[in-house]
């Protein structure tokens, strides 16, 4: 996957999300459990325990996030066509002797075993992280309406439906590639319903005839 595309930045904003909720809970447990007590009291070492272990736990979900949609790549990786050598190259040829004893040549499409796996473990991975933060922006939104707008539950209400509105586009549209029609070069993907859309294929049919039809008319 290429480090542009909106799959690739969707699993790194998320796991920049979590690691950035990480890091008050490993650095400070003192100051988060000062600022959810009404008291100011001493920390316990079981309150630290539980905020370090979260923290940790956060951190291990983001690096888990990162492997299984392919940001960080794991094991060999296919060659590509320009660092591919001759007896590398888009076919693969092997000789075959017949029952005559001539030799016959014959080529087999390139195998990239593992790549198809790898898409559809980066896609139920980043299903999950979405459903995740569709579930905890909704919780925050009802604890917003009944306790008021509180800096927490803000910044977590902003954060994680930004996440949720973004990786639900991405896994509709962003995840993969167009498919584009040869004949007149647009994508199939779109649509010209309800509105007009000069981008959808029908159209541009349309257009393509049209075209063709006032040529033959001169």
Request: proline share 6%.
């Amino acid at each position: 996957m290429a480090s542009s595309d909106p799959f690739t930045l969707y699993a790194i904003s998320t796991s920049a999300w979590g690691t950035l909720q990480s890091l008050p809970l490993l650095l400070a447990p003192r100051v988060i459990v000062s600022l959810c007590s009404p008291e100011a009291r001493h920390i316990t070492d079981f309150e630290a325990y539980l905020c370090r272990t979260l923290a940790l736990t956060l951190l291990a979900l983001a690096a888990s996030n990162l492997v299984f949609t392919g940001v960080i790549p794991i094991g060999p990786q296919a060659p590509t066509s320009s660092s591919s050598s001759p007896s590398t190259s888009s076919t693969s040829k092997t000789k075959e002797r017949s029952s005559s004893g001539e030799e016959t040549s014959s080529s087999s499409p390139p195998r990239r075993p593992g790549v198809a796996a790898k898409n559809e473990v980066g896609k139920a991975t980043a299903s999950i992280a979405v459903a995740f933060q569709a579930i905890t922006t909704f919780y925050l939104y009802t604890q917003v309406m009944g306790a008021g707008w509180t800096f927490a539950f803000t910044a977590g209400l902003i954060g994680n439906g930004a996440l949720f509105c973004f990786g639900t586009w991405t896994l509709l549209f962003g995840a993969d590639a167009a498919r584009v029609s040869k004949t007149t070069g647009a994508d199939k993907r779109t649509s010209g319903f309800p509105f007009g859309n000069s981008e959808s294929a029908r159209e541009k049919k349309r257009e393509s005839r049209g075209k063709k039809s006032l040529l033959r008319g001169r």
